[in-house]
């Protein structure tokens, strides 16, 4: 069964600096899809920016982009220029390209924006 | 286009009974998820629902069970509530199963159950 694990439950950034949120995970299989989802005070699910296992560049949206290192099975959030809109609950996703639309989510990590 | 939408929003529950949450995916969504949050286990898969056929099922007890409907609503329904029940149920919508397509959240149903 794949595990997905975020090793830093808290994470803080001053408003207009970069912060990096960690994302691990376990899966035997070779075709996936990744996932960062937010979730404001609101707990309304947000997809933040997804990336595909069968490509090596490296998924960008606006001042959010990832770090996606195949072999070593990491996936980290990287926003820039952080905002106090910033301030959410953020979950990495794995979704196996076998299983449907199954969503296999990390504990969370919750950033804090310091004005 | 409006988003997926989920009702009721919140729900007060005893133990023994059993609740019905409902949801609307997306327009020309067809697949259908079902998610668990709570503290202590966090977000735990339910179910999946494509074309009205149930096609992924979490490590959930039989006391949880859904249905998709031919407009593609979707409904869970919990029967013999128990305190660990209680939990925001979150539902999510996409365009096909098992493509390449992201999931929308809707804005999840808060179940408490005393």
Redesign the interface.
Known sequence: AQTVTQSQPEMSVQEAETVTLSCTYDTSESDY?L?W?KQPP??????VI?Q?AYKQQNATENRFSVNFQKAAKSFSLKISDSQLGDAAMY?CAYRS?A??????????TQLTVNP | KAGVTQTPRYLIKTRGQQVTLSCSPISGHRSVSWYQQTPGQGLQFLFEYFSETQRNKGNFPGRFSGRQFSNSRSEMNVSTLELGDSALYLCASSLVQGSTDTQYFGPGTRLTVL
């Open positions: 899809y996932f989802y609101s707990r309304q699910m947000i997809l997804r595909e979950f390209a299983s449907g639309s199954r969503l296999t989510f990390g504990e969370g």
